[in-house]
Protein backbone atom coordinates (compact mmCIF):
# COMPACT_ATOMS: atom_id res chain seq x y z
CA UNK A 1 0.00 0.00 0.00
CA UNK A 2 2.61 2.23 0.92
CA UNK A 3 4.07 1.86 -2.93
CA UNK A 4 1.01 2.68 -4.32
CA UNK A 5 0.80 5.96 -2.52
CA UNK A 6 3.92 6.90 -3.18
CA UNK A 7 4.06 6.05 -6.48
CA UNK A 8 0.37 8.10 -6.54
CA UNK A 9 2.27 11.03 -4.87
CA UNK A 10 5.10 11.23 -7.57
CA UNK A 11 2.79 11.11 -9.89
CA UNK A 12 0.69 14.28 -8.99
CA UNK A 13 4.47 15.85 -8.39
CA UNK A 14 5.38 15.48 -11.96
CA UNK A 15 1.84 16.71 -13.20
CA UNK A 16 2.42 19.59 -11.06
CA UNK A 17 5.73 20.22 -12.68
CA UNK A 18 4.73 19.08 -16.28
CA UNK A 19 2.21 22.24 -16.15
CA UNK A 20 4.54 24.67 -14.26
CA UNK A 21 2.54 24.98 -10.71
CA UNK A 22 5.78 23.46 -9.19
CA UNK A 23 9.09 24.23 -10.53
CA UNK A 24 10.98 21.70 -12.84
CA UNK A 25 13.96 21.27 -10.75
CA UNK A 26 11.96 20.57 -7.31
CA UNK A 27 13.78 17.34 -5.28
CA UNK A 28 11.33 15.30 -3.18
CA UNK A 29 11.77 12.66 -0.84
CA UNK A 30 8.36 10.65 -0.62
CA UNK A 31 7.88 9.44 2.92
CA UNK A 32 4.70 7.64 3.59
CA UNK A 33 3.70 6.17 7.06
CA UNK A 34 0.92 4.82 8.78
CA UNK A 35 -1.66 6.93 10.68
CA UNK A 36 -1.16 7.23 14.11
CA UNK A 37 -5.36 7.28 14.45
CA UNK A 38 -8.09 5.42 12.38
CA UNK A 39 -10.22 8.98 12.43
CA UNK A 40 -6.96 9.90 10.41
CA UNK A 41 -7.27 7.35 8.11
CA UNK A 42 -4.84 3.98 7.23
CA UNK A 43 -1.65 6.27 5.72
CA UNK A 44 -0.16 10.12 6.04
CA UNK A 45 2.32 11.88 4.22
CA UNK A 46 4.26 15.19 5.26
CA UNK A 47 4.97 15.83 1.76
CA UNK A 48 3.53 19.14 1.31
CA UNK A 49 5.46 20.73 4.54
CA UNK A 50 8.75 19.59 3.43
CA UNK A 51 8.33 20.61 0.15
CA UNK A 52 6.88 24.32 1.02
CA UNK A 53 10.10 26.08 1.60
CA UNK A 54 11.45 24.81 -1.77
CA UNK A 55 8.42 25.04 -3.69
CA UNK A 56 7.59 28.71 -2.42
CA UNK A 57 4.28 27.83 -0.98
CA UNK A 58 2.47 27.53 1.79
CA UNK A 59 2.02 23.93 3.05
CA UNK A 60 -1.78 23.46 3.50
CA UNK A 61 -2.38 24.93 -0.40
CA UNK A 62 0.82 23.15 -2.03
CA UNK A 63 -1.31 19.88 0.05
CA UNK A 64 -4.40 21.00 -1.70
CA UNK A 65 -2.11 21.40 -5.31
CA UNK A 66 -0.99 17.57 -4.86
CA UNK A 67 -4.07 16.15 -3.94
CA UNK A 68 -6.08 17.90 -6.70
CA UNK A 69 -3.21 15.78 -9.31
CA UNK A 70 -3.84 12.74 -7.76
CA UNK A 71 -4.47 9.33 -10.10
CA UNK A 72 -7.61 7.63 -10.20
CA UNK A 73 -6.57 4.84 -8.25
CA UNK A 74 -8.91 1.25 -6.91
CA UNK A 75 -7.00 1.56 -3.99
CA UNK A 76 -7.27 4.46 -2.41
CA UNK A 77 -10.86 5.36 -1.27
CA UNK A 78 -10.46 8.99 -0.06
CA UNK A 79 -7.77 11.58 0.63
CA UNK A 80 -8.07 14.11 3.22
CA UNK A 81 -5.78 17.33 4.64
CA UNK A 82 -5.86 18.03 7.80
CA UNK A 83 -3.88 20.51 9.90
CA UNK A 84 -1.26 22.54 8.44
CA UNK A 85 -0.94 20.60 5.45
CA UNK A 86 -0.86 16.53 6.21
CA UNK A 87 -2.26 14.43 3.69
CA UNK A 88 -4.32 11.58 4.84
CA UNK A 89 -5.17 8.55 2.52
CA UNK A 90 -8.16 6.51 3.09
CA UNK A 91 -7.46 2.59 1.63
CA UNK A 92 -10.60 0.68 -0.15
CA UNK A 93 -11.93 -2.33 2.14
CA UNK A 94 -11.56 -4.68 -0.46
CA UNK A 95 -7.52 -3.51 -1.10
CA UNK A 96 -7.30 -4.14 2.76
CA UNK A 97 -8.36 -7.58 2.82
CA UNK A 98 -6.14 -8.46 -0.13
CA UNK A 99 -3.03 -8.77 1.97
CA UNK A 100 -5.16 -11.87 3.36
CA UNK A 101 -5.51 -13.65 -0.14
CA UNK A 102 -1.38 -12.44 -1.13
CA UNK A 103 -0.55 -14.47 2.20
CA UNK A 104 -2.30 -17.55 1.59
CA UNK A 105 -0.92 -17.33 -2.03
CA UNK A 106 3.31 -16.74 -0.90
CA UNK A 107 2.93 -18.62 2.31
CA UNK A 108 6.20 -18.87 3.35
CA UNK A 109 7.59 -16.20 0.77
CA UNK A 110 5.71 -13.54 2.26
CA UNK A 111 7.62 -10.51 3.66
CA UNK A 112 10.52 -11.48 1.46
CA UNK A 113 12.02 -8.57 -1.53
CA UNK A 114 15.17 -8.32 -3.69
CA UNK A 115 15.90 -5.07 -2.25
CA UNK A 116 19.67 -6.50 -1.94
CA UNK A 117 19.40 -8.24 -4.95
CA UNK A 118 23.19 -8.53 -6.39
CA UNK A 119 24.81 -7.76 -3.42
CA UNK A 120 26.91 -10.04 -1.23
CA UNK A 121 27.35 -9.60 2.63
CA UNK A 122 29.97 -11.52 4.83
CA UNK A 123 28.43 -11.81 8.42
CA UNK A 124 31.51 -12.48 11.43
CA UNK A 125 29.67 -13.06 14.39
CA UNK A 126 30.91 -15.09 17.89
CA UNK A 127 34.30 -16.19 16.71
CA UNK A 128 34.96 -16.95 20.46
CA UNK A 129 38.62 -17.59 21.64
CA UNK A 130 39.03 -21.87 21.03
CA UNK A 131 39.99 -21.61 24.67
CA UNK A 132 37.02 -23.02 26.15
CA UNK A 133 33.33 -24.20 26.44
CA UNK A 134 31.27 -20.89 25.06
CA UNK A 135 29.06 -19.25 27.47
CA UNK A 136 25.80 -17.24 27.70
CA UNK A 137 27.59 -13.95 26.45
CA UNK A 138 28.87 -15.80 22.94
CA UNK A 139 25.06 -16.98 22.90
CA UNK A 140 23.86 -13.49 22.57
CA UNK A 141 26.31 -12.53 20.05
CA UNK A 142 25.39 -16.06 18.13
CA UNK A 143 21.26 -15.78 17.97
CA UNK A 144 21.73 -12.09 17.11
CA UNK A 145 24.28 -12.54 14.66
CA UNK A 146 22.41 -15.63 13.01
CA UNK A 147 18.90 -13.36 13.13
CA UNK A 148 20.76 -10.45 11.43
CA UNK A 149 21.94 -12.77 8.68
CA UNK A 150 18.38 -14.51 7.99
CA UNK A 151 16.56 -10.56 7.79
CA UNK A 152 18.81 -9.90 5.41
CA UNK A 153 18.61 -12.78 3.59
CA UNK A 154 15.02 -12.15 3.73
CA UNK A 155 15.25 -8.85 1.92
CA UNK A 156 17.51 -10.56 -0.97
CA UNK A 157 20.91 -10.01 0.16
CA UNK A 158 23.62 -12.76 -0.64
CA UNK A 159 24.83 -13.74 3.14
CA UNK A 160 27.76 -15.45 4.00
CA UNK A 161 28.47 -16.47 7.70
CA UNK A 162 31.76 -16.77 8.69
CA UNK A 163 33.68 -17.82 12.49
CA UNK A 164 36.89 -16.12 12.68
CA UNK A 165 39.24 -19.16 14.80
CA UNK A 166 41.32 -17.45 16.46
CA UNK A 167 44.17 -20.45 16.36
CA UNK A 168 47.10 -18.44 17.42
CA UNK A 169 48.60 -15.90 19.74
CA UNK A 170 49.11 -16.03 23.41
CA UNK A 171 45.69 -17.23 24.36
CA UNK A 172 46.14 -20.39 22.47
CA UNK A 173 49.54 -20.94 24.37
CA UNK A 174 48.08 -19.88 27.93
CA UNK A 175 45.41 -22.87 27.23
CA UNK A 176 48.17 -25.36 25.63
CA UNK A 177 50.36 -24.94 28.64
CA UNK A 178 47.01 -24.92 31.38
CA UNK A 179 46.44 -28.57 29.53
CA UNK A 180 49.90 -29.75 29.83
CA UNK A 181 49.90 -29.16 33.85
CA UNK A 182 47.00 -30.79 34.62
CA UNK A 183 48.45 -33.61 31.98
CA UNK A 184 51.62 -33.72 34.42
CA UNK A 185 49.17 -33.63 37.30
CA UNK A 186 47.90 -36.82 35.89
CA UNK A 187 51.54 -37.97 35.44
CA UNK A 188 51.78 -37.59 39.19
CA UNK A 189 53.15 -34.49 39.57
CA UNK A 190 51.74 -32.13 42.55
CA UNK A 191 52.06 -28.07 42.25
CA UNK A 192 50.24 -25.06 41.98
CA UNK A 193 48.29 -24.09 39.32
CA UNK A 194 49.19 -20.75 37.45
CA UNK A 195 46.87 -18.05 38.86
CA UNK A 196 46.45 -17.42 35.01
CA UNK A 197 46.44 -20.65 33.79
CA UNK A 198 42.34 -21.85 32.21
CA UNK A 199 40.94 -23.85 35.33
CA UNK A 200 37.35 -25.16 33.87
CA UNK A 201 36.54 -28.89 34.17
CA UNK A 202 37.08 -29.28 30.10
CA UNK A 203 41.04 -28.36 30.53
CA UNK A 204 41.03 -31.66 32.79
CA UNK A 205 38.87 -33.52 30.20
CA UNK A 206 41.34 -32.12 27.65
CA UNK A 207 44.54 -33.37 29.85
CA UNK A 208 42.87 -36.60 30.36
CA UNK A 209 42.28 -37.29 26.55
CA UNK A 210 46.22 -36.39 26.09
CA UNK A 211 47.55 -39.13 29.22
CA UNK A 212 44.71 -41.87 27.85
CA UNK A 213 46.75 -41.70 23.99
CA UNK A 214 50.30 -40.53 24.78
CA UNK A 215 50.64 -42.05 28.65
CA UNK A 216 53.78 -40.13 30.09
CA UNK A 217 55.62 -39.43 26.55
CA UNK A 218 55.51 -35.76 27.34
CA UNK A 219 56.41 -36.05 31.01
CA UNK A 220 59.06 -33.83 32.75
CA UNK A 221 58.80 -33.17 36.73
CA UNK A 222 57.77 -29.85 38.16
CA UNK A 223 61.26 -29.69 39.79
CA UNK A 224 62.80 -29.04 35.91
CA UNK A 225 59.98 -26.96 34.80
CA UNK A 226 59.88 -24.81 37.99
CA UNK A 227 63.60 -24.31 38.99
CA UNK A 228 64.00 -20.78 36.68
CA UNK A 229 60.29 -19.87 37.16
CA UNK A 230 59.85 -16.69 38.50
CA UNK A 231 57.00 -16.08 41.19
CA UNK A 232 53.27 -15.93 40.26
CA UNK A 233 50.40 -13.98 42.54
CA UNK A 234 50.31 -13.16 44.81
CA UNK A 235 54.28 -12.35 45.36
CA UNK A 236 55.37 -12.02 41.60
CA UNK A 237 53.48 -10.95 38.66
CA UNK A 238 50.39 -13.21 37.25
CA UNK A 239 51.61 -12.40 33.26
CA UNK A 240 55.32 -12.83 33.33
CA UNK A 241 54.68 -16.22 35.41
CA UNK A 242 52.63 -17.91 32.89
CA UNK A 243 54.68 -16.78 30.02
CA UNK A 244 57.59 -17.92 31.39
CA UNK A 245 55.60 -21.42 31.90
CA UNK A 246 54.77 -21.41 28.11
CA UNK A 247 58.62 -20.89 27.50
CA UNK A 248 59.80 -23.89 29.51
CA UNK A 249 57.14 -25.64 27.93
CA UNK A 250 58.46 -25.00 24.80
CA UNK A 251 62.29 -25.37 25.75
CA UNK A 252 61.34 -28.71 27.34
CA UNK A 253 59.15 -30.48 24.60
CA UNK A 254 60.21 -31.01 21.05
CA UNK A 255 58.27 -29.22 18.97
CA UNK A 256 56.32 -32.14 17.30
CA UNK A 257 55.10 -32.78 21.28
CA UNK A 258 54.34 -28.91 21.53
CA UNK A 259 52.69 -28.79 18.45
CA UNK A 260 50.46 -32.14 19.67
CA UNK A 261 49.32 -30.45 23.05
CA UNK A 262 48.36 -27.15 20.76
CA UNK A 263 46.18 -29.06 18.64
CA UNK A 264 44.50 -31.38 20.79
CA UNK A 265 43.37 -28.09 23.17
CA UNK A 266 42.61 -26.62 19.99
CA UNK A 267 40.49 -29.17 18.10
CA UNK A 268 38.77 -30.83 21.32
CA UNK A 269 37.34 -27.01 21.99
CA UNK A 270 36.40 -26.12 18.45
CA UNK A 271 34.79 -29.68 17.70
CA UNK A 272 32.83 -28.03 21.17
CA UNK A 273 32.33 -24.84 20.28
CA UNK A 274 30.67 -26.06 16.64
CA UNK A 275 28.42 -28.68 18.05
CA UNK A 276 27.15 -26.34 20.29
CA UNK A 277 26.11 -23.82 17.64
CA UNK A 278 25.12 -26.67 15.55
CA UNK A 279 22.56 -27.35 17.77
CA UNK A 280 21.48 -23.60 18.86
CA UNK A 281 20.40 -23.50 14.94
CA UNK A 282 23.33 -21.41 14.17
CA UNK A 283 25.56 -22.34 10.92
CA UNK A 284 28.24 -21.09 9.11
CA UNK A 285 29.68 -21.06 5.86
CA UNK A 286 33.14 -20.91 6.98
CA UNK A 287 35.52 -21.41 9.63
CA UNK A 288 38.45 -19.09 8.99
CA UNK A 289 41.57 -19.74 10.65
CA UNK A 290 43.85 -17.11 12.05
CA UNK A 291 46.96 -19.22 11.25
CA UNK A 292 45.67 -19.51 7.54
CA UNK A 293 46.34 -15.64 7.27
CA UNK A 294 50.49 -16.26 8.23
CA UNK A 295 50.57 -19.62 6.14
CA UNK A 296 49.35 -17.66 3.01
CA UNK A 297 51.45 -15.01 3.14
CA UNK A 298 48.41 -12.50 3.83
CA UNK A 299 50.01 -10.76 7.06
CA UNK A 300 53.05 -10.43 5.48
CA UNK A 301 51.31 -8.63 2.14
CA UNK A 302 49.20 -5.91 4.48
CA UNK A 303 52.19 -5.44 6.26
CA UNK A 304 54.09 -4.59 3.78
CA UNK A 305 51.23 -2.57 2.06
CA UNK A 306 51.35 -0.35 5.22
CA UNK A 307 54.93 0.24 4.75
CA UNK A 308 54.87 1.03 1.40
CA UNK A 309 52.19 3.81 1.62
CA UNK A 310 54.43 5.15 4.38
CA UNK A 311 51.55 4.50 7.37
CA UNK A 312 54.07 2.54 9.48
CA UNK A 313 57.33 2.76 10.97
CA UNK A 314 60.04 1.30 13.45
CA UNK A 315 60.86 2.08 17.38
CA UNK A 316 62.37 0.59 20.08
CA UNK A 317 62.51 -2.62 17.63
CA UNK A 318 58.98 -2.15 16.89
CA UNK A 319 56.90 -1.97 13.98
CA UNK A 320 54.18 0.46 14.45
CA UNK A 321 51.08 1.32 12.33
CA UNK A 322 50.24 5.41 12.43
CA UNK A 323 46.73 5.04 13.66
CA UNK A 324 46.47 8.55 15.05
CA UNK A 325 46.76 9.46 11.62
CA UNK A 326 43.48 8.47 11.24
CA UNK A 327 41.45 9.74 14.15
CA UNK A 328 43.29 6.51 16.76
CA UNK A 329 43.66 7.50 20.24
CA UNK A 330 47.50 6.24 19.67
CA UNK A 331 49.79 4.37 17.32
CA UNK A 332 49.23 0.49 17.21
CA UNK A 333 52.34 -1.81 17.53
CA UNK A 334 51.92 -4.11 14.27
CA UNK A 335 55.21 -6.36 15.33
CA UNK A 336 56.61 -6.79 18.03
CA UNK A 337 60.82 -5.86 19.20
CA UNK A 338 60.73 -10.15 19.65
CA UNK A 339 59.78 -9.88 15.69
CA UNK A 340 55.95 -11.72 16.59
CA UNK A 341 53.15 -10.19 14.79
CA UNK A 342 50.48 -8.91 16.61
CA UNK A 343 46.66 -10.04 16.94
CA UNK A 344 46.35 -6.69 15.45
CA UNK A 345 48.42 -7.11 12.15
CA UNK A 346 46.08 -10.50 11.75
CA UNK A 347 42.89 -8.51 12.18
CA UNK A 348 44.47 -6.30 9.51
CA UNK A 349 44.75 -9.18 7.14
CA UNK A 350 41.90 -10.85 7.99
CA UNK A 351 39.47 -7.90 6.71
CA UNK A 352 42.21 -7.26 3.75
CA UNK A 353 41.28 -10.56 2.81
CA UNK A 354 37.61 -10.19 3.73
CA UNK A 355 37.07 -7.25 1.08
CA UNK A 356 39.02 -8.96 -1.63
CA UNK A 357 36.87 -11.72 -1.46
CA UNK A 358 34.28 -8.91 -3.31
CA UNK A 359 32.05 -8.63 -0.66
CA UNK A 360 29.69 -5.13 -1.18
CA UNK A 361 29.79 -5.17 2.75
CA UNK A 362 31.62 -6.79 5.41
CA UNK A 363 29.93 -6.92 8.73
CA UNK A 364 31.51 -7.84 12.35
CA UNK A 365 29.53 -8.41 15.21
CA UNK A 366 31.77 -7.98 18.46
CA UNK A 367 31.50 -7.83 22.74
CA UNK A 368 30.49 -4.25 23.59
CA UNK A 369 34.30 -4.53 25.29
CA UNK A 370 35.82 -3.67 21.78
CA UNK A 371 34.15 -0.62 21.20
CA UNK A 372 37.89 1.06 21.22
CA UNK A 373 39.26 -1.73 18.74
CA UNK A 374 36.75 -0.66 15.93
CA UNK A 375 38.52 3.51 14.91
CA UNK A 376 41.63 1.40 14.62
CA UNK A 377 40.72 -1.23 11.98
CA UNK A 378 38.59 1.07 9.86
CA UNK A 379 42.10 3.29 9.73
CA UNK A 380 43.81 0.28 9.06
CA UNK A 381 41.16 -0.57 5.68
CA UNK A 382 41.82 3.18 4.62
CA UNK A 383 45.67 3.03 5.23
CA UNK A 384 45.41 -0.10 2.61
CA UNK A 385 43.42 1.63 0.06
CA UNK A 386 39.97 0.58 0.92
CA UNK A 387 36.99 2.31 1.95
CA UNK A 388 36.48 1.75 5.61
CA UNK A 389 32.60 2.22 4.96
CA UNK A 390 32.40 -0.97 3.65
CA UNK A 391 32.73 -2.65 7.15
CA UNK A 392 29.87 -2.04 9.43
CA UNK A 393 31.04 -3.36 13.28
CA UNK A 394 27.95 -3.97 15.46
CA UNK A 395 28.76 -4.27 19.44
CA UNK A 396 26.49 -6.46 21.28
CA UNK A 397 26.08 -5.63 25.23
CA UNK A 398 26.56 -8.94 27.44
CA UNK A 399 24.01 -10.96 29.04
CA UNK A 400 23.35 -10.69 32.49
CA UNK A 401 21.47 -14.07 33.99
CA UNK A 402 19.38 -13.76 37.09
CA UNK A 403 17.29 -17.06 38.38
CA UNK A 404 14.95 -16.17 41.25
CA UNK A 405 15.81 -12.52 41.33
CA UNK A 406 19.18 -12.95 41.97
CA UNK A 407 22.43 -12.37 39.72
CA UNK A 408 24.44 -15.31 38.41
CA UNK A 409 28.29 -14.45 38.84
CA UNK A 410 30.18 -15.74 35.97
CA UNK A 411 34.14 -15.49 35.31
CA UNK A 412 35.49 -17.11 31.82
CA UNK A 413 39.40 -17.68 33.74
CA UNK A 414 38.27 -19.81 36.50
CA UNK A 415 36.02 -21.47 34.97
CA UNK A 416 32.99 -20.29 36.63
CA UNK A 417 30.55 -19.48 34.21
CA UNK A 418 27.09 -20.85 32.56
CA UNK A 419 27.83 -22.55 29.14
CA UNK A 420 25.70 -21.96 26.62
CA UNK A 421 24.85 -25.72 26.38
CA UNK A 422 24.03 -25.51 30.09
CA UNK A 423 21.91 -22.60 29.13
CA UNK A 424 19.98 -24.54 26.13
CA UNK A 425 19.63 -27.55 28.07
CA UNK A 426 18.01 -25.68 30.85
CA UNK A 427 15.79 -23.82 29.09
CA UNK A 428 15.71 -24.89 25.55
CA UNK A 429 17.24 -22.91 22.20
CA UNK A 430 13.73 -21.28 21.27
CA UNK A 431 13.85 -19.26 24.48
CA UNK A 432 17.38 -18.63 24.48
CA UNK A 433 17.19 -17.24 20.83
CA UNK A 434 14.35 -15.28 21.61
CA UNK A 435 15.11 -13.46 24.54
CA UNK A 436 18.61 -12.92 23.16
CA UNK A 437 17.04 -10.78 20.52
CA UNK A 438 14.29 -8.79 22.47
CA UNK A 439 16.55 -5.95 22.88
CA UNK A 440 19.11 -3.72 20.78
CA UNK A 441 22.01 -5.53 20.63
CA UNK A 442 23.89 -2.32 22.13
CA UNK A 443 21.51 -2.70 24.91
CA UNK A 444 22.57 -4.04 28.53
CA UNK A 445 20.70 -7.26 28.73
CA UNK A 446 18.85 -8.76 32.39
CA UNK A 447 18.15 -12.56 31.08
CA UNK A 448 15.45 -13.81 33.29
CA UNK A 449 15.68 -17.65 33.46
CA UNK A 450 12.57 -17.86 35.22
CA UNK A 451 10.49 -15.72 32.74
CA UNK A 452 12.11 -17.89 29.95
CA UNK A 453 10.46 -20.77 30.86
CA UNK A 454 6.82 -19.62 31.92
CA UNK A 455 4.31 -21.01 30.35
CA UNK A 456 2.30 -17.80 30.87
CA UNK A 457 1.24 -14.41 28.74
CA UNK A 458 4.30 -12.43 30.17
CA UNK A 459 6.83 -14.93 28.48
CA UNK A 460 6.46 -13.26 25.03
CA UNK A 461 7.87 -15.95 23.07
CA UNK A 462 5.10 -18.19 24.85
CA UNK A 463 2.12 -15.93 23.86
CA UNK A 464 3.48 -15.54 20.39
CA UNK A 465 4.02 -19.17 20.01
CA UNK A 466 0.50 -20.12 21.69
CA UNK A 467 -1.05 -18.02 19.14
CA UNK A 468 0.19 -20.13 16.17
CA UNK A 469 -0.96 -23.00 18.08
CA UNK A 470 -4.01 -21.71 18.21
CA UNK A 471 -4.95 -21.14 15.24
CA UNK A 472 -3.83 -24.79 14.58
CA UNK A 473 -6.48 -26.41 17.37
CA UNK A 474 -9.29 -24.05 15.35
CA UNK A 475 -8.92 -26.49 12.74
CA UNK A 476 -8.42 -29.65 14.79
CA UNK A 477 -11.59 -28.34 16.13
CA UNK A 478 -13.28 -27.73 12.61
CA UNK A 479 -12.53 -31.30 11.71
CA UNK A 480 -14.06 -32.56 15.31
CA UNK A 481 -17.29 -30.82 14.25
CA UNK A 482 -17.81 -32.22 10.76
CA UNK A 483 -16.75 -29.03 8.49
CA UNK A 484 -14.68 -28.62 6.08
CA UNK A 485 -12.73 -25.40 4.79
CA UNK A 486 -13.20 -23.99 1.68
CA UNK A 487 -10.35 -21.30 1.17
CA UNK A 488 -11.26 -20.74 -2.44
CA UNK A 489 -15.10 -19.35 -0.83
CA UNK A 490 -13.24 -17.91 2.30
CA UNK A 491 -11.67 -15.51 0.01
CA UNK A 492 -14.43 -14.71 -2.21
CA UNK A 493 -15.76 -13.89 0.87
CA UNK A 494 -13.32 -11.78 2.69
CA UNK A 495 -16.22 -8.44 2.85
CA UNK A 496 -17.44 -10.38 5.97
CA UNK A 497 -14.88 -9.59 7.74
CA UNK A 498 -16.35 -6.34 9.09
CA UNK A 499 -15.58 -6.65 12.78
CA UNK A 500 -13.08 -3.99 14.57
CA UNK A 501 -10.89 -6.68 15.53
CA UNK A 502 -10.91 -8.29 12.29
CA UNK A 503 -9.99 -4.67 10.82
CA UNK A 504 -7.27 -4.34 13.43
CA UNK A 505 -5.54 -7.99 12.43
CA UNK A 506 -5.49 -7.41 8.68
CA UNK A 507 -3.68 -4.05 9.11
CA UNK A 508 -1.11 -5.70 11.57
CA UNK A 509 -0.39 -8.56 8.66
CA UNK A 510 -0.11 -5.82 6.30
CA UNK A 511 2.58 -4.33 7.71
CA UNK A 512 4.90 -7.86 8.42
CA UNK A 513 6.76 -7.01 4.82
CA UNK A 514 7.86 -3.35 6.04
CA UNK A 515 8.91 -4.45 9.65
CA UNK A 516 10.87 -7.18 7.94
CA UNK A 517 12.56 -4.73 5.39
CA UNK A 518 13.64 -2.15 8.36
CA UNK A 519 14.75 -4.73 10.86
CA UNK A 520 16.87 -6.18 7.93
CA UNK A 521 18.42 -2.92 6.45
CA UNK A 522 18.96 -1.46 10.56
CA UNK A 523 20.10 -4.69 12.19
CA UNK A 524 17.35 -5.17 14.37
CA UNK A 525 15.82 -8.05 14.97
CA UNK A 526 14.20 -6.97 18.60
CA UNK A 527 11.75 -4.74 15.58
CA UNK A 528 10.24 -8.32 14.34
CA UNK A 529 10.13 -9.34 18.29
CA UNK A 530 8.07 -6.24 19.15
CA UNK A 531 6.42 -6.79 15.90
CA UNK A 532 5.41 -10.72 16.59
CA UNK A 533 4.08 -9.74 19.79
CA UNK A 534 1.80 -7.05 18.78
CA UNK A 535 0.39 -9.57 16.18
CA UNK A 536 -0.56 -12.09 18.46
CA UNK A 537 -2.01 -9.89 20.80
CA UNK A 538 -4.25 -8.85 17.93
CA UNK A 539 -4.94 -12.54 17.44
CA UNK A 540 -4.99 -12.97 20.77
CA UNK A 541 -7.83 -10.44 21.27
CA UNK A 542 -9.70 -11.44 18.43
CA UNK A 543 -9.89 -15.35 19.47
CA UNK A 544 -11.62 -14.35 22.74
CA UNK A 545 -14.05 -11.98 21.13
CA UNK A 546 -15.15 -14.13 18.52
CA UNK A 547 -16.03 -17.73 17.44
CA UNK A 548 -14.56 -18.70 14.12
CA UNK A 549 -16.29 -22.01 13.65
CA UNK A 550 -19.97 -20.30 13.35
CA UNK A 551 -22.62 -21.56 11.27
CA UNK A 552 -22.63 -18.91 8.21
CA UNK A 553 -19.97 -20.81 6.09
CA UNK A 554 -19.22 -17.54 4.18
CA UNK A 555 -18.45 -15.83 7.45
CA UNK A 556 -16.47 -19.34 8.86
CA UNK A 557 -14.58 -19.22 6.02
CA UNK A 558 -13.90 -15.96 5.70
CA UNK A 559 -12.33 -15.63 9.10
CA UNK A 560 -10.45 -19.22 8.54
CA UNK A 561 -8.60 -17.33 6.00
CA UNK A 562 -7.38 -14.33 8.23
CA UNK A 563 -5.95 -17.05 11.17
CA UNK A 564 -4.63 -18.74 8.33
CA UNK A 565 -2.99 -15.88 7.01
CA UNK A 566 -1.93 -15.12 10.64
CA UNK A 567 -0.43 -18.59 11.67
CA UNK A 568 2.14 -17.71 8.24
CA UNK A 569 3.26 -14.44 9.45
CA UNK A 570 3.74 -15.70 12.62
CA UNK A 571 5.70 -19.29 11.45
CA UNK A 572 7.43 -16.97 8.99
CA UNK A 573 8.69 -14.14 11.74
CA UNK A 574 9.53 -16.55 14.32
CA UNK A 575 11.56 -18.61 11.53
CA UNK A 576 13.59 -15.67 11.01
CA UNK A 577 14.36 -15.41 14.31
CA UNK A 578 15.03 -19.34 14.79
CA UNK A 579 12.38 -19.83 16.87
CA UNK A 580 9.93 -23.22 16.11
CA UNK A 581 6.60 -22.42 15.61
CA UNK A 582 4.85 -25.00 17.49
CA UNK A 583 0.81 -27.01 16.32
CA UNK A 584 0.53 -28.10 20.26
CA UNK A 585 1.26 -26.07 23.40
Not at 314 to 319: L, R
Not at 387 to 406: C, N, S, T
Not at 509 to 535: F, I, N, W
Amino acid sequence: MKNAISEALQYALSRCQENGSLPADLEAKIQVDHARDKQHGDFATNLAMTLAKAAKQKPRELAELIVANLPDSDVIEKVEIAGPGFINFYINSASQTSVIETILSQQEKFGLTDTGKGKKIQIEFVSANPTGPLHVGHGRGAAYGAAVANLLQAIGYEVHCEYYVNDAGRQMNILAASVWLRYLELCGEDFPFPVNGYKGDYVLDIAAALHRENGDKMYHSWADISKDLPKDEPQGDKEKYIDAVIDTMKALLHPDQYNLVFDVGLNYILDDIRDDLEHFGVVYDKWFSERSLTESGDVTIALERLQKSGHCYEKDGATWFKSSDFGDEKDRVLVRENGQTTYFASDIAYHMNKLERGYDRVIDIWGADHHGYVPRVKAALQALGNDPDKLDVLLVQFAVLYRGGEKIQMSTRSGQFVTLRHLRKEIGSDAARFFYVMRKCEQHMDFDLDLAMSQSNENPMYYIQYAHARVCSVFSQLKDKGFEFDQASGLAQLDQLTESHENDLITRLSRYPEVVMKAGQQHEPHQLVHYLRDLANEFHTYYNAHQFIVDDKNTRDARLCLITATRHVIANGLKLLGVSAPEKM
